[in-house]
């Protein structure tokens, strides 16, 4: 079946079966108001969209970047031609942390504004909320484009600025695996164990 052979025909279907279980649970009577759909369909692109990006933040941090170094100039350059595994890699890093922080913004506004009755987040998810955008800041505007000019999607930089550029673009990114590990913490905290109120 072509559905496992072609993955944005495997990402379709995903997403026509979750479209069916919608349907399903909408049509036996369980319409709820349309704020908490919001916030449900707001929540669960939140974490759609988050574990896509931190899935590739920690492949990128634990797999491919220690990978790289014992490479060499001919085959780093194969790996960086457009189409490849590190660019794919990359367009879905950034886009993933942008859904994220978009997804994550209607989430944290619908509590703001009592969605579900919650009232004002709790500061578990204010803190979380807070690391999330900066880690966001950390791809859209220190690793994205320093990316851009090692990948040679911007053409010009000169070895040593890439060297230059590839160790800022990596603290940005151990900054964002740091990051990640309490961030995931009090957004979970947030909604089952409040740790800060």
Not at 95 to 120: E, K, P, Q, R, V
Not at 129 to 153: E, H, R, S, T, Y
């Amino acid at each position: 079946m072509k559905i496992f052979t072609d993955h944005k025909l495997t990402l379709v279907a995903g997403f026509v079966l979750a479209a069916l279980f919608l349907a399903i649970g909408l049509s036996d009577g369980n319409v709820p108001a349309t704020t908490d759909l919001i916030g449900g369909l707001s929540r669960w692109g939140h974490f759609l969209a988050g574990v896509t990006w931190i899935g590739l933040l920690y492949y990128l941090n634990f797999c491919q970047v220690p990978s790289m170094g014992g490479l060499s100039a001919d085959t780093k350059a194969d790996l960086f031609k457009a189409d490849s595994v590190v660019r794919r890699v990359m367009f879905w890093f950034r886009w993933g942390a942008m859904f994220t922080l978009i997804f994550g913004i209607s989430l944290y506004m619908g509590m703001m504004h009592g969605d579900g009755g919650s009232g004002m987040p709790g500061w578990d998810i204010r803190i979380g909320g807070l690391f999330g955008i900066i880690m966001w800041f950390n791809v859209w505007f220190i690793i994205w484009p320093a990316q851009k000019k090692i990948l040679g999607i911007v053409a010009g930089a000169t070895p040593e600025e890439k060297l230059t550029l590839g160790k800022r673009a990596l603290i940005a990114s151990r900054t964002n695996t740091i990051l990640s590990i309490p961030m995931l913490l009090l957004m979970a905290s947030s909604a089952h164990f409040r740790l800060l109120g």
